[in-house]
Protein backbone atom coordinates (compact mmCIF):
# COMPACT_ATOMS: atom_id res chain seq x y z
CA UNK A 1 0.00 0.00 0.00
CA UNK A 2 1.54 3.28 -0.82
CA UNK A 3 0.61 6.92 -0.96
CA UNK A 4 -1.20 6.68 -4.45
CA UNK A 5 -3.26 3.71 -3.99
CA UNK A 6 -4.25 5.20 -0.32
CA UNK A 7 -5.60 8.70 -1.60
CA UNK A 8 -7.49 6.20 -4.44
CA UNK A 9 -9.27 4.57 -2.12
CA UNK A 10 -9.89 6.73 0.71
CA UNK A 11 -13.50 7.59 -0.24
CA UNK A 12 -14.22 3.72 0.00
CA UNK A 13 -12.49 3.62 2.94
CA UNK A 14 -14.66 6.61 4.62
CA UNK A 15 -17.98 5.34 3.22
CA UNK A 16 -17.15 1.44 4.83
CA UNK A 17 -17.38 -0.09 1.39
CA UNK A 18 -13.84 -1.54 1.18
CA UNK A 19 -13.19 -5.17 1.04
CA UNK A 20 -11.37 -6.16 4.31
CA UNK A 21 -7.91 -7.22 3.31
CA UNK A 22 -7.80 -3.58 1.75
CA UNK A 23 -9.57 -2.21 4.61
CA UNK A 24 -6.39 -3.15 6.74
CA UNK A 25 -4.02 -2.11 4.53
CA UNK A 26 -5.49 1.20 4.26
CA UNK A 27 -5.38 1.47 8.08
CA UNK A 28 -1.87 0.08 8.40
CA UNK A 29 -0.59 3.02 6.10
CA UNK A 30 -2.57 5.48 7.95
CA UNK A 31 -0.86 4.49 11.39
CA UNK A 32 2.38 5.15 9.68
CA UNK A 33 2.24 7.87 7.07
CA UNK A 34 1.77 11.12 8.35
CA UNK A 35 1.20 13.10 5.43
CA UNK A 36 -1.83 10.47 4.39
CA UNK A 37 -3.38 10.71 7.80
CA UNK A 38 -3.80 14.47 7.63
CA UNK A 39 -4.77 14.38 4.07
CA UNK A 40 -7.63 11.62 5.09
CA UNK A 41 -8.16 14.09 8.42
CA UNK A 42 -8.72 17.01 5.93
CA UNK A 43 -10.85 15.38 3.30
CA UNK A 44 -13.05 13.98 6.78
CA UNK A 45 -13.45 17.71 7.57
CA UNK A 46 -14.68 18.88 4.27
CA UNK A 47 -16.92 15.69 3.97
CA UNK A 48 -18.24 16.77 7.49
CA UNK A 49 -18.61 20.29 6.45
CA UNK A 50 -20.71 19.60 3.04
CA UNK A 51 -23.02 17.13 4.82
CA UNK A 52 -23.83 20.05 7.54
CA UNK A 53 -24.41 22.44 4.86
CA UNK A 54 -26.68 20.12 2.83
CA UNK A 55 -29.18 20.07 6.39
CA UNK A 56 -30.49 23.47 4.92
CA UNK A 57 -33.42 23.73 3.15
CA UNK A 58 -34.97 25.47 0.51
CA UNK A 59 -37.98 28.39 1.12
CA UNK A 60 -40.70 26.32 1.47
CA UNK A 61 -42.85 29.15 -0.17
CA UNK A 62 -40.77 28.85 -3.02
CA UNK A 63 -42.63 27.40 -5.45
CA UNK A 64 -45.78 30.06 -4.88
CA UNK A 65 -42.58 32.82 -5.45
CA UNK A 66 -41.61 30.99 -8.57
CA UNK A 67 -45.57 30.95 -10.01
CA UNK A 68 -45.91 34.29 -9.33
CA UNK A 69 -42.82 35.41 -11.44
CA UNK A 70 -43.85 33.01 -14.26
CA UNK A 71 -47.60 34.78 -14.27
CA UNK A 72 -46.13 37.84 -14.61
CA UNK A 73 -43.51 37.86 -16.82
CA UNK A 74 -46.10 36.11 -19.13
CA UNK A 75 -48.55 39.50 -18.02
CA UNK A 76 -45.58 41.33 -19.22
CA UNK A 77 -45.45 43.40 -15.64
CA UNK A 78 -41.93 44.90 -15.34
CA UNK A 79 -40.11 43.83 -12.63
CA UNK A 80 -36.88 45.54 -12.99
CA UNK A 81 -34.43 46.84 -15.61
CA UNK A 82 -32.58 44.29 -17.29
CA UNK A 83 -30.99 46.07 -19.91
CA UNK A 84 -30.32 49.12 -18.32
CA UNK A 85 -28.14 47.32 -15.71
CA UNK A 86 -26.43 44.71 -17.91
CA UNK A 87 -25.77 46.75 -21.14
CA UNK A 88 -26.39 50.55 -20.39
CA UNK A 89 -24.40 51.05 -16.98
CA UNK A 90 -21.24 49.65 -17.70
CA UNK A 91 -21.51 51.46 -21.22
CA UNK A 92 -22.15 54.92 -19.75
CA UNK A 93 -19.20 54.19 -17.12
CA UNK A 94 -16.69 53.50 -19.63
CA UNK A 95 -17.77 56.75 -22.12
CA UNK A 96 -17.67 58.49 -18.65
CA UNK A 97 -14.06 57.51 -17.83
CA UNK A 98 -12.86 57.92 -21.29
CA UNK A 99 -14.02 61.47 -21.09
CA UNK A 100 -12.63 62.61 -18.28
CA UNK A 101 -9.55 60.89 -19.41
CA UNK A 102 -9.33 62.57 -22.32
CA UNK A 103 -10.32 66.06 -20.68
CA UNK A 104 -7.49 65.42 -18.42
CA UNK A 105 -5.11 65.35 -21.18
CA UNK A 106 -6.58 68.58 -23.02
CA UNK A 107 -5.95 70.54 -19.76
CA UNK A 108 -2.79 69.25 -19.44
CA UNK A 109 -1.79 69.64 -22.81
CA UNK A 110 -3.40 73.27 -22.67
CA UNK A 111 -1.37 74.10 -19.66
CA UNK A 112 1.61 73.00 -21.37
CA UNK A 113 0.97 75.49 -24.45
CA UNK A 114 0.68 78.59 -22.22
CA UNK A 115 3.95 78.61 -20.82
CA UNK A 116 5.79 77.64 -23.74
CA UNK A 117 5.87 81.46 -25.27
CA UNK A 118 7.87 82.55 -21.84
CA UNK A 119 9.81 79.52 -21.61
CA UNK A 120 13.61 80.28 -20.97
CA UNK A 121 15.74 78.60 -23.53
CA UNK A 122 18.26 75.81 -22.07
CA UNK A 123 20.81 78.00 -23.30
CA UNK A 124 20.56 80.52 -21.19
CA UNK A 125 19.64 78.91 -18.12
CA UNK A 126 23.21 77.31 -18.18
CA UNK A 127 24.90 80.41 -18.39
CA UNK A 128 26.91 81.51 -14.93
CA UNK A 129 26.41 85.12 -14.63
CA UNK A 130 29.96 85.26 -12.66
CA UNK A 131 31.89 83.39 -14.94
CA UNK A 132 31.01 86.20 -17.49
CA UNK A 133 33.53 88.46 -18.75
CA UNK A 134 32.76 92.01 -19.65
CA UNK A 135 31.42 92.41 -23.72
CA UNK A 136 33.58 95.62 -22.81
CA UNK A 137 36.97 93.71 -22.35
CA UNK A 138 36.37 92.17 -25.65
CA UNK A 139 36.38 94.57 -27.44
CA UNK A 140 39.16 95.63 -29.48
CA UNK A 141 38.18 99.19 -29.96
CA UNK B 1 -47.50 11.18 -13.85
CA UNK B 2 -44.16 11.52 -15.29
CA UNK B 3 -42.31 14.63 -16.13
CA UNK B 4 -42.71 14.37 -19.88
CA UNK B 5 -46.58 13.73 -18.86
CA UNK B 6 -46.89 17.08 -16.84
CA UNK B 7 -44.27 19.11 -19.75
CA UNK B 8 -46.86 17.99 -22.67
CA UNK B 9 -49.49 19.24 -19.80
CA UNK B 10 -47.90 23.28 -19.65
CA UNK B 11 -47.06 22.96 -23.19
CA UNK B 12 -50.74 22.32 -24.02
CA UNK B 13 -51.64 25.46 -21.73
CA UNK B 14 -51.87 24.22 -17.99
CA UNK B 15 -49.07 26.66 -16.71
CA UNK B 16 -50.20 25.31 -12.96
CA UNK B 17 -48.89 21.72 -13.93
CA UNK B 18 -45.38 23.43 -13.60
CA UNK B 19 -45.82 23.76 -9.90
CA UNK B 20 -46.00 19.81 -9.63
CA UNK B 21 -42.20 19.65 -11.16
CA UNK B 22 -40.89 22.49 -9.11
CA UNK B 23 -41.85 21.01 -6.20
CA UNK B 24 -40.54 17.44 -7.69
CA UNK B 25 -37.15 18.84 -8.35
CA UNK B 26 -36.66 22.06 -6.10
CA UNK B 27 -34.33 20.01 -3.41
CA UNK B 28 -32.42 18.80 -5.97
CA UNK B 29 -31.30 22.38 -7.50
CA UNK B 30 -31.35 24.08 -4.22
CA UNK B 31 -28.67 21.57 -3.14
CA UNK B 32 -26.89 22.32 -6.99
CA UNK B 33 -26.75 26.26 -6.22
CA UNK B 34 -25.91 25.37 -2.52
CA UNK B 35 -22.88 23.79 -3.45
CA UNK B 36 -21.51 27.07 -5.56
CA UNK B 37 -23.02 29.36 -3.21
CA UNK B 38 -22.88 28.14 0.40
CA UNK B 39 -25.20 30.86 0.69
CA UNK B 40 -29.29 29.09 1.21
CA UNK B 41 -30.97 33.04 0.41
CA UNK B 42 -28.53 32.93 -2.35
CA UNK B 43 -29.35 29.43 -3.14
CA UNK B 44 -33.04 30.17 -3.09
CA UNK B 45 -32.80 32.94 -5.43
CA UNK B 46 -30.83 30.59 -8.27
CA UNK B 47 -33.25 28.22 -7.53
CA UNK B 48 -36.56 30.45 -8.74
CA UNK B 49 -34.18 31.79 -11.20
CA UNK B 50 -33.57 28.08 -12.63
CA UNK B 51 -37.12 27.28 -12.44
CA UNK B 52 -38.13 30.22 -14.33
CA UNK B 53 -35.59 29.47 -17.31
CA UNK B 54 -36.37 26.06 -17.17
CA UNK B 55 -40.07 27.39 -18.14
CA UNK B 56 -39.25 29.46 -20.15
CA UNK B 57 -37.17 26.86 -22.43
CA UNK B 58 -39.30 24.39 -22.01
CA UNK B 59 -40.45 24.27 -25.91
CA UNK B 60 -36.88 24.03 -26.20
CA UNK B 61 -36.61 20.62 -24.20
CA UNK B 62 -36.51 17.67 -26.51
CA UNK B 63 -36.43 14.59 -24.50
CA UNK B 64 -32.98 13.43 -25.28
CA UNK B 65 -31.57 13.86 -21.92
CA UNK B 66 -34.14 13.17 -19.02
CA UNK B 67 -35.63 16.55 -17.19
CA UNK B 68 -33.71 16.25 -14.24
CA UNK B 69 -30.22 15.96 -15.96
CA UNK B 70 -31.14 19.05 -18.09
CA UNK B 71 -32.54 21.06 -15.48
CA UNK B 72 -29.58 20.51 -13.97
CA UNK B 73 -27.73 21.93 -16.43
CA UNK B 74 -29.72 24.96 -16.15
CA UNK B 75 -28.84 25.07 -12.61
CA UNK B 76 -24.83 24.71 -12.59
CA UNK B 77 -25.09 27.06 -15.42
CA UNK B 78 -27.05 29.56 -13.67
CA UNK B 79 -25.09 29.00 -10.22
CA UNK B 80 -21.45 29.18 -12.13
CA UNK B 81 -22.80 32.86 -14.11
CA UNK B 82 -23.54 33.67 -10.60
CA UNK B 83 -20.28 32.82 -9.33
CA UNK B 84 -18.34 34.22 -12.39
CA UNK B 85 -19.95 37.79 -11.86
CA UNK B 86 -19.65 38.12 -8.41
CA UNK B 87 -15.98 37.47 -8.76
CA UNK B 88 -15.99 39.99 -11.43
CA UNK B 89 -17.35 43.18 -9.24
CA UNK B 90 -16.28 41.83 -5.73
CA UNK B 91 -12.39 42.12 -5.88
CA UNK B 92 -12.18 43.60 -2.49
CA UNK B 93 -14.79 40.43 -1.49
CA UNK B 94 -12.25 38.09 -3.10
CA UNK B 95 -9.12 39.87 -1.07
CA UNK B 96 -11.38 39.13 2.53
CA UNK B 97 -12.05 35.55 1.78
CA UNK B 98 -8.63 35.02 1.02
CA UNK B 99 -6.99 36.90 3.84
CA UNK B 100 -9.92 37.61 6.26
CA UNK B 101 -13.32 36.28 7.25
CA UNK B 102 -15.92 35.57 3.85
CA UNK B 103 -19.00 37.48 3.76
CA UNK B 104 -22.05 36.00 2.91
CA UNK B 105 -21.66 32.24 3.75
CA UNK B 106 -23.90 30.71 6.22
CA UNK B 107 -22.12 29.16 9.40
CA UNK B 108 -23.79 27.14 11.80
CA UNK B 109 -25.21 28.45 14.93
CA UNK B 110 -25.41 25.85 17.69
CA UNK B 111 -26.86 25.98 20.96
CA UNK B 112 -24.62 28.52 22.93
CA UNK B 113 -25.94 26.81 26.14
CA UNK B 114 -24.57 23.51 25.75
CA UNK B 115 -21.55 24.10 22.99
CA UNK B 116 -18.44 24.96 24.24
CA UNK B 117 -17.54 28.64 22.39
CA UNK B 118 -14.06 27.44 21.32
CA UNK B 119 -16.01 24.34 19.94
CA UNK B 120 -18.53 26.88 18.53
CA UNK B 121 -15.38 29.27 16.89
CA UNK B 122 -13.10 26.32 15.86
CA UNK B 123 -16.44 24.50 13.64
CA UNK B 124 -17.10 28.05 12.55
CA UNK B 125 -13.61 28.68 10.51
CA UNK B 126 -13.15 24.90 9.53
CA UNK B 127 -16.47 25.60 7.49
CA UNK B 128 -14.99 29.10 6.11
CA UNK B 129 -11.92 26.48 5.12
CA UNK B 130 -14.01 24.26 3.33
CA UNK B 131 -15.84 26.72 1.54
CA UNK B 132 -12.99 28.89 0.52
CA UNK B 133 -11.09 25.96 -0.66
CA UNK B 134 -13.89 24.59 -2.96
CA UNK B 135 -14.51 27.75 -4.53
CA UNK B 136 -10.76 28.29 -5.43
CA UNK B 137 -11.43 25.15 -7.21
CA UNK B 138 -11.64 25.26 -11.49
CA UNK B 139 -14.95 25.27 -12.61
CA UNK B 140 -15.02 21.66 -14.05
CA UNK B 141 -13.79 20.03 -11.07
CA UNK B 142 -16.05 22.41 -8.84
CA UNK B 143 -19.02 20.91 -10.68
CA UNK B 144 -17.70 17.72 -10.83
CA UNK B 145 -17.36 17.70 -7.10
CA UNK B 146 -20.60 19.49 -5.95
CA UNK B 147 -22.68 17.42 -8.19
CA UNK B 148 -20.88 14.10 -6.48
CA UNK B 149 -21.00 15.60 -2.88
CA UNK B 150 -24.08 17.77 -2.73
CA UNK B 151 -26.12 15.89 -4.95
CA UNK B 152 -24.37 12.44 -4.64
CA UNK B 153 -25.02 11.61 -8.35
CA UNK B 154 -22.99 8.97 -9.74
CA UNK B 155 -20.11 9.76 -12.25
CA UNK B 156 -22.38 8.16 -15.13
CA UNK B 157 -25.02 10.84 -14.36
CA UNK B 158 -22.18 13.19 -13.59
CA UNK B 159 -21.18 12.30 -17.50
CA UNK B 160 -24.55 12.97 -18.64
CA UNK B 161 -24.84 16.53 -17.16
CA UNK B 162 -21.60 17.92 -18.26
CA UNK B 163 -21.73 16.15 -21.38
CA UNK B 164 -18.55 14.48 -20.92
CA UNK B 165 -17.77 10.64 -20.33
CA UNK B 166 -17.05 8.86 -17.41
CA UNK B 167 -13.65 8.42 -17.54
CA UNK B 168 -13.36 12.41 -17.87
CA UNK B 169 -15.36 12.59 -14.92
CA UNK B 170 -13.00 10.56 -12.45
CA UNK B 171 -10.06 11.97 -13.65
CA UNK B 172 -11.99 15.81 -12.62
CA UNK B 173 -12.98 13.93 -9.20
CA UNK B 174 -9.52 12.81 -8.48
CA UNK B 175 -7.90 15.97 -9.36
CA UNK B 176 -10.38 18.12 -7.59
CA UNK B 177 -9.72 15.88 -4.20
CA UNK B 178 -6.06 16.11 -4.66
CA UNK B 179 -6.29 20.19 -4.87
CA UNK B 180 -9.22 20.32 -2.29
CA UNK B 181 -6.50 18.20 0.04
CA UNK B 182 -4.17 20.47 -0.55
CA UNK B 183 -5.35 23.75 -0.25
CA UNK B 184 -6.94 22.57 2.99
CA UNK B 185 -3.58 21.19 4.47
CA UNK B 186 -1.64 24.43 3.11
CA UNK B 187 -4.54 26.77 5.20
CA UNK B 188 -4.40 24.36 8.26
CA UNK B 189 -0.49 25.03 8.01
CA UNK B 190 -1.13 29.31 7.40
CA UNK B 191 -3.74 29.19 10.31
CA UNK B 192 -1.60 27.48 13.07
CA UNK B 193 1.84 29.88 11.83
CA UNK B 194 -0.63 32.90 12.56
CA UNK B 195 -1.33 31.43 15.92
CA UNK B 196 1.96 30.55 17.36
CA UNK B 197 3.07 34.08 15.99
CA UNK B 198 0.25 35.51 18.67
Same mark, same amino acid.
Given at each position: ?23 ? *? ?29 ? *? ?8 R ?12 ? *?????F ?30 N ?26 | ?16 S????V ?34 S??? &? ?5 F ?9 N ?19 ? &??G??K ?51 Q ?42 K
Amino acid at each position: MNCELCHENSDAYRAGSLPHDLRI *QVEEHLKYCKNCAEAFRMLNLAEKVISEEKE *QESNPFLSTRIMAAIEAAETNIP *QNSPVFVRILRPVVITISLAVALFMGIMIGNSSGSANNGSAVPLELTLINDDDLEAISLLSTE | MTDIEIIDNILEGDRNSYTILVERHQTMVFRTCLGFVHNKDDADDLTQETFIQAYQSLKS &FKGEASFPTWLYRIAVNASLNKVRRSSKFNFLQRFES &FFGSAKGTDTAYPDLHTEDPENILIRAEQQEWVQRALDSLPEKQRTAIVLSKYDELSQKEIAEIMNTTEGAVEALLQRAKTNLREKLLANEKNIKYDRRKK
